[in-house]
């Protein structure tokens, strides 16, 4: 779904599926106002609404431990740049910081941004880098949709042990399953 999402395969995809046993040592540390940052992202793509938000399901903590545990060196790089061109990119367009624009401001910027890495996907070799934003758009998902909020709030979720039904009815307008 997160593929679908953003256009193109799960960035360190191939590394989840072996418990992120990546050797990569991160060149530059995130710090508190790098995940900070990576909340106010995240929950812009998410907000809290009658469900929680990406910040209830700590998804820039989240972020931080895949990029540095499970991203590429390349990668950790790309994602560590988007950083910066993304705060350019707000003062480019409003003349102020991400962190100071408002909530309309910030979801117009990553609209145009989530456009530019959509293109960028669609265009781009095998050889190619990847685009940060598609990097943090498929992070934020991820990390809220397996978090504990984002799984038992967001979705229908429930516990395992449970029976198995191979056909659930649908409702429009209904929340999709976490498990079944």
């Known amino acids: ?3 679908l999402a953003t256009g193109g395969a799960l960035i360190g995809g191939e590394l989840l599926l072996s418990g992120c046993k990546n050797n990569a040592k991160p060149d530059k540390a995130f710090d508190a106002d790098d995940i900070a940052f990576l909340d106010e992202v995240a929950e812009t793509i998410i907000p809290k609404t009658n ?5 209830d399901a700590e998804v820039g903590k989240f972020m931080t431990v895949m990029v540095n545990d499970c991203y590429e060196s ?25 962190m100071k624009i408002t909530a309309e401001q910030r979801k117009e910027l990553l609209i145009e941004l989530d456009k ?11 050889t190619d880098s990847n685009h940060y934003f598609a990097m943090m758009k498929q992070l934020t998902l991820f990390g809220f949709f397996t978090s504990k909020p984002g799984a038992t709030e ?12 191979g056909s659930v009815p649908y409702k429009k307008g209904e ?3 976490a498990t079944s």
């Not at 390349?74 to 988007?82: E, L, N, T, V």
């Not at 967001?154 to 039904?165: D, F, M, S, T, W």
């Open 116 to 126: 530019e890495a959509k293109a960028y996907q669609k265009s781009k070799k095998e």
């Open 51 to 55: 469900t929680p938000g990406a910040k």
């Open 175 to 177: 929340k999709a399953w």
């Open 154 to 165: 967001a979705l229908r979720y429930v516990a395992i042990p449970g029976k198995y039904e």
């Open 74 to 98: 390349k990668d950790q790089k790309i994602f560590h740049d988007g950083l910066i061109k993304l705060e350019e990119e707000s003062k480019k367009k409003f003349s102020t910081s991400f």
């Open 1 to 3: 779904m997160i593929t």
